[in-house]
């Protein structure tokens, strides 16, 4: 059984690099399975600068428009990170136009996944908090809010422990 920790909070709040240091402490080998896709140059830039923050030496899954399952799947390393399933969500709402409860089994089956994975001891998950802000004035902004924040709480119920980020602070939940 894989332990699973949650960190969660709002966009730019230390989840990411708190992400990074737990996997580093552990001293094991690591898997990073990275959800955002290349959609213009700002993400590109983006996903360039988290590649620089991360060890040359850990294996990268790329899941893109991809199967979450699947990335959970292929991991054979002790420790592995998941960031973020705020990204995932966004492209199976945007990209895919997949509905919210399809969205939340795929979450649901790679959560279960993870418990029941025999080589990693350890998934760190990441999602933003977006529950706390103004109501989106698009329909598309409103259904992707409420897709996520269905599934932050199945991530959340699934999880051994979960660390709430506040300006950069961590808050551990459970």
């Known amino acids: 059984m894989s332990k699973l920790i949650y960190l969660t909070g709002g966009a730019a709040c230390g989840k990411s690099t708190y992400a990074l240091d737990l996997a580093k402490a ?5 898997t990073f399975i990275a959800t955002a896709t290349y959609s213009d140059k700002e993400m590109y830039e983006k996903i360039a600068a988290h ?9 990268l899954i790329e899941v893109g428009e991809g199967s979450l399952l699947e990335a959970v799947r292929k991991v054979n390393t002790a420790v592995a990170i998941i960031d973020c399933i ?6 199976q709402v945007v990209l895919l136009e997949q509905t919210r409860e399809t969205i939340i089994k795929l979450i649901l089956e790679a959560l279960k996944a993870m418990q029941e994975h025999q080589t990693c001891n350890q998934f760190i ?5 977006v529950g706390w802000g103004l109501i989106p004035e698009h329909v598309l902004g409103r259904a992707y809010r409420e897709t996520l924040g269905a599934v932050n709480k199945k991530v959340m119920a699934s999880s051994d422990e979960a660390i709430l980020f506040i300006s950069g602070f961590p808050l551990r939940l459970k």
């Not at 552990?26 to 690591?30: I, P, Q, T």
């Not at 590649?51 to 294996?59: D, L």
């Not at 705020?86 to 492209?91: A, L, N, R, V, Y």
Request: aromatic fraction near 8%.
């Open 51 to 59: 590649k620089r923050e991360r060890p040359k030496s850990w294996e």
């Open 86 to 91: 705020t990204m995932f969500t966004s492209t």
């Open 26 to 30: 552990s001293g094991e080998e690591v």
């Open 125 to 129: 998950i990441v999602s933003n908090e």
